[in-house]
């Protein structure tokens, strides 16, 4: 068996460390954010998700990113405002990120690897790229940006059956 995603950690809006090991034994979805993407309404279906399966053992990481189009360029708290005001966004946001480049924070380079794009490309190639992790820690499914919340429901609900 790979590596788990549970060796990583990052700092949640908040500014407090997390381990991703206090999620062990969940279904993960995580998913590198935007605010003033195409797809920033992404949230909306995030949040629902996250209402519907959190009890069933489901937990939504998102993970702001400037990276594409400077399409997040607000401090973490703008940001976590913005989430919170415009979405209502109740899961577990950590501080922004880079999710490619020399600078990729670590749980991306294990996600990428992982789970690589079209033609095994690694590189992330826009915001809301969704990563799908089972109760083990291990990934088992990149979903693109178009991708919606709701187009991932039938593989969430398998993992948490």
Same mark, same amino acid.
């Given at each position: 068996?790979?590596?788990?995603?549970?060796?990583?950690?990052?700092?949640?809006?908040?500014?407090?460390?997390?381990?991703?090991?206090?999620?062990?034994?969940?279904?993960?979805?995580?998913?590198?954010?935007?605010?003033?993407?195409?797809?920033?309404?992404?949230?909306?279906?995030?949040?629902?998700?996250?209402?519907?399966?959190?009890?069933?053992?489901?937990?939504?990481? *998102?993970?702001?990113?400037?990276? %594409?189009?400077?399409? $997040?360029?607000? !401090?973490?708290? +703008?940001?976590?405002?913005?989430?919170? =005001?415009?979405?209502?966004?109740?899961?577990?946001?950590?501080?922004?990120?880079?999710?490619?480049?020399?600078?990729?924070?670590?749980?991306?380079?294990?996600?990428?690897?992982?789970?690589?794009?079209?033609?095994?490309?690694?590189?992330?190639?826009?915001?809301?790229?969704?990563?799908?992790?089972?109760?083990? *820690?291990?990934?088992?499914?990149? %979903?693109?940006?178009? $991708?919606?919340? !709701?187009?991932? +429901?039938?593989?969430?609900?398998?993992? =948490?059956?």
């Amino acid at each position: 068996m790979s590596e788990s995603v549970y060796q990583f950690s990052s700092v949640t809006m908040q500014g407090k460390e997390l381990s991703l090991s206090e999620f062990k034994g969940k279904v993960l979805l995580v998913v590198n954010t935007a605010s003033k993407c195409g797809f920033t309404p992404q949230f909306k279906g995030l949040e629902e998700l996250h209402k519907k399966y959190q009890e069933q053992g489901l937990e939504i990481l *998102g993970f702001p990113c400037n990276q %594409f189009l400077k399409q $997040d360029p607000g !401090s973490n708290q +703008e940001i976590s405002e913005f989430c919170e =005001l415009n979405y209502g966004v109740s899961f577990t946001m950590f501080q922004k990120v880079d999710v490619n480049g020399d600078d990729t924070h670590p749980l991306f380079k294990h996600l990428k690897a992982e789970a690589p794009g079209m033609l095994g490309s690694q590189a992330i190639k826009w915001n809301f790229t969704k990563f799908l992790v089972d109760k083990d *820690g291990q990934v088992v499914a990149r %979903f693109a940006p178009k $991708d919606t919340p !709701s187009d991932i +429901e039938p593989e969430i609900k398998k993992l =948490l059956a």
